[in-house]
C-alpha cells in the first residue's frame, strides 16, 4: 500500500468513527428524565397553587373499565398503580394530572396529562423518554396540537395529529397516552372507585 492511500484510508476511518460517535451523541440526547413526580402536576398545571396526590392501584377490575371506556384504542396496561393528582386554584378545580406509560418502539415513555373537570386536555409533557430515536415529541410545537382534545378525538398520526419524522411510534405513543389518562381520570370519579 502507497503512503498515499495508508494516508487516505487513515482519514476515512477517522470520519467513520467520527460520525459513529455524533449518531451516538445524538441518539443518547433524546433519551432522559425529564420531569420528577414532584413537578409534574405543575408541568401540566401552572397555574395551580394547590395539588394533591394519590395513588390509584391499577386493579384487574379498574383497568377493564378503562379499556370500555377506551374502545377501539388499546394501550398498554402494565402498571401497577396510576398517580393522580388534583390540581386547584384557590378553590377552583383545574383538573387531574395524570401520570401514564406508553411503550414506543422498544421501551416506555412517561407521560402526564393534564385533564380538564369536562375531560378535555390542558396539557401534555414528556416525564421520561427512553427510545433512542423520536425525542421531537418533548417540543411543545408537537405537545400543544393535544390541548383542547376530548376522549372522542382522533388522536393518530396523520389522522387528528400531525405527525413528527421518524417518530411515527412515539406519536402513536403519544395518543394512547392522552386517551388512556382521560379514561382514567373519568374512570376514577365514578361511584364505587
Partial sequence: MSPSSSSWLHRGLRALVASACLVALTAHAQEGNFLGEGEAAKAVFPAADKVERRAVPATPALRDRVRERLGSVV??????????FTAHDHDKLLGEAVIVEEIGKHRP????????PDGTIEDVAVMAYREAYGGEIRS??????????????????YHGIKNVAGA??????????????QAIAATVKEPGS
Avoid at 411515527?168 to 389518562?181: C, N
Fill in 75 to 84: 394501550p398498554s396496561m402494565w402498571e401497577d398503580t396510576w398517580v393522580i
Fill in 109 to 116: 415513555i412517561t407521560f402526564v396529562v393534564g385533564v380538564r
Fill in 140 to 157: 411543545n410545537r408537537f405537545l400543544t396540537q393535544y390541548d383542547g382534545k376530548t376522549p372522542s378525538d382522533d388522536l393518530r398520526p
Fill in 168 to 181: 411515527t411510534l412515539s406519536v402513536e405513543a403519544a395518543g394512547r397516552a392522552v386517551h388512556k389518562a
